[in-house]
């Protein structure tokens, strides 16, 4: 019997599992060692709050575009803050506060490819 799936406490993917975790899946916190190596540092907590101001003085439905937060907290160099304001997305949705979309419908941020929009959870 597979466990309850995990999300990633860095890139918030599911944590696909594994038989070798077995006796230790409550314990597992990060779905590669990448992961592990990157953790979670100050500028991503930083686009995780971006991602909820921004949200939290548009309207109700109005969605945003990752890179709204990059340029936030980036400022003029906030290109290489994109895959991050992404990651710090999917951790948002893991915590049930916003929601992924793609041309208007909600996507699996495990899969999501190209561009995306984010909304809060409805």
């Given at each position: 019997m597979?466990?309850a799936?995990?999300?990633?406490?860095?890139?918030g993917?599911e944590i696909?599992?594994?038989r070798?975790?077995?006796n230790?899946?409550?314990?597992?916190?990060?779905?590669?060692d990448t992961?592990?190596?990157?953790?979670?540092?100050?500028?991503d907590r930083?686009?995780?709050?971006?991602?909820?101001d921004?949200?939290g003085?548009r309207?109700?439905?109005?969605t945003i575009c990752?890179?709204?937060a990059?340029?936030?907290v980036?400022g003029e160099?906030?290109r290489p803050?994109m895959e991050?304001?992404?990651?710090?997305?999917?951790r948002?949705?893991?915590a049930?506060e916003?929601?992924?979309?793609?041309?208007?419908?909600v996507?699996?941020?495990?899969?999501?490819?190209?561009a995306?929009r984010?909304r809060?959870?409805?």
């Amino acid at each position: 019997m597979t466990p309850a799936p995990k999300v990633c406490a860095g890139c918030g993917r599911e944590i696909a599992w594994r038989r070798r975790w077995a006796n230790d899946w409550e314990h597992v916190r990060w779905c590669s060692d990448t992961c592990r190596r990157r953790g979670l540092k100050a500028v991503d907590r930083d686009l995780e709050q971006a991602i909820r101001d921004l949200l939290g003085v548009r309207a109700r439905d109005a969605t945003i575009c990752p890179s709204e937060a990059a340029r936030q907290v980036g400022g003029e160099d906030w290109r290489p803050l994109m895959e991050p304001a992404r990651r710090a997305a999917r951790r948002l949705v893991a915590a049930g506060e916003i929601e992924i979309t793609q041309r208007g419908r909600v996507v699996d941020p495990s899969t999501a490819k190209g561009a995306i929009r984010l909304r809060r959870a409805r």
